[in-house]
């Protein structure tokens, strides 16, 4: 089991930044790739960013390239989801994701959220 526990979303104004922090804990050995998704009121869940543990290539969803970097401390079993430039259809709430397994889109383990508002 991995457990995932994320932090730093809060309010911010539209071109302003934020940094979310995931730490993972348990059967961190075993991680192959963590990722970000995000869900605003009303709409569905969507991809936002992935990085593998061992390589750290990245993944980010078209919306948010240029503007969010994903990134990874093994260390730490932390992975962070840096966003720069919020807009205000940035508001949502944001979840992280890890996977031990490679099979494509597959997330089995998913932290509890954390809000991310953002005013225009």
């Known amino acids: 089991q991995v457990r995932l526990v994320e932090s730093g979303g809060g309010l911010v104004q539209a071109g302003g930044s934020l940094r979310l922090s995931c730490a993972a804990s348990?059967?961190?050995?075993?991680?192959?790739?963590m990722g970000w998704f995000r869900q605003a009121p009303g709409k569905e869940r969507e991809f936002v960013a992935a990085?593998?543990?061992?390589?750290?290539?990245?993944t980010v969803a078209d919306s948010v390239k240029g503007r969010f970097t994903i990134s990874r401390d093994n260390a730490k079993n932390t992975v962070y989801l840096q966003m720069d430039n919020l807009k205000h259809e940035d508001t949502a709430v944001y979840y992280c994701?890890?996977?031990?397994?490679?099979?494509?889109?597959?997330?089995?383990?998913w932290g509890q959220g954390t809000q991310v508002t953002v005013s225009s």
């Open positions: 994701a890890a996977t031990t397994t490679g099979a494509p889109g597959r997330y089995d383990y």
């Open positions: 348990g059967r961190t050995s075993s991680l192959y790739r």
């Open positions: 990085i593998t543990w061992s390589g750290g290539r990245t």
